[in-house]
């Protein structure tokens, strides 16, 4: 699976952005997708995931302000984010994975396949 993220850019504070990742190689409709993201100097850390099932899970820090969702047809998985602040400023990276265990889905060990990441800055 390859993954190819786009969407990223420079908003103000309380803008939104659209993030989206296209699959190729394989279709991932059995695939566990996640967004991750790293700022400088941070580790990198769980934005949000979607199961197959269409289950969804966020980071606290983003529950309520991004919403996760994908089209299998499509072979694509998006992420949008609203109400954004300068706290939100890292590279976005997509990622999947076709047999993460749900105690596992925050970690970003745990999935196989990468995307090369997207730049997100909010300015204050």
């Known amino acids: 699976v390859q993954l190819q993220a786009s969407g990223g850019g420079l908003v103000q504070t309380g803008g939104s952005l659209r993030l989206s990742c296209a699959a190729s190689?394989?279709?991932?409709?059995?695939?566990?997708l996640g967004w991750f993201r790293q700022a400088p100097g941070k580790d990198r850390e769980f934005v949000a995931a979607?199961?197959?099932?269409?289950?969804?899970y966020y980071a606290d820090s983003v529950k309520d302000r991004f919403a996760i969702s994908r089209d299998n047809a499509k072979n694509t998985v998006w992420l949008q984010m609203n109400s954004l602040k300068p706290d939100d400023t890292a590279i976005y990276y997509c990622a999947a994975d076709s047999s993460i265990i749900l105690s596992s889905i925050r970690n970003p060990e745990q999935y196989s396949y990468w995307g090369q990441g997207t730049l997100v800055t909010v300015s204050s």
């Open positions: 190689g394989r279709t991932f409709n059995r695939y566990t």
């Open positions: 979607i199961r197959y099932s269409g289950h969804t």
